[in-house]
């Protein structure tokens, strides 16, 4: 079993930056992947990045240029740093860890004000 414990997440002004971070713990055999989703109120979950095998990144168009993901393997975190932060940014954002298995964080919700 792996556990993920995310943090970071908070309100913020339109136009301001957050970190979310996401550490990964216990059994764990290889991690392949490591990436954000988010969901917002009334609307289904999103991608919102994804690091695979710590190099390539992919991420969704709206995040694309404001967003960065990036991943310490020997800590087996990710992190995800949020610029430019809009209203429409606001959802739930969850960790996800893929390892024998899909996992995912309990999620932290980011709230930004207009």
């Known amino acids: 079993q792996v556990q993920l414990v995310e943090s970071g997440g908070g309100l913020v002004q339109a136009g301001g930056s957050l970190r979310l971070s996401c550490a990964a713990s216990?059994?764990?055999?290889?991690?392949?992947?490591m990436g954000w989703y988010r969901q917002a109120p009334g609307k289904q979950r999103e991608l919102v990045a994804v690091?695979?095998?710590?190099?390539?990144?992919n991420y969704g168009d709206s995040v694309k240029g404001r967003f960065t993901i990036s991943r310490d393997s020997a800590k087996n975190t990710v992190y995800l740093q949020m610029n430019s932060l809009k209203p429409e940014d606001t959802a739930v954002y969850y960790c996800?860890?893929?390892?024998?298995?899909?996992?995912w964080g309990k999620g932290t919700l980011v709230t930004v004000s207009s």
């Open positions: 996800n860890v893929l390892e024998t298995r899909s996992y």
């Open positions: 216990g059994n764990i055999f290889r991690i392949s992947a």
């Open positions: 690091i695979i095998s710590g190099e390539s990144t």
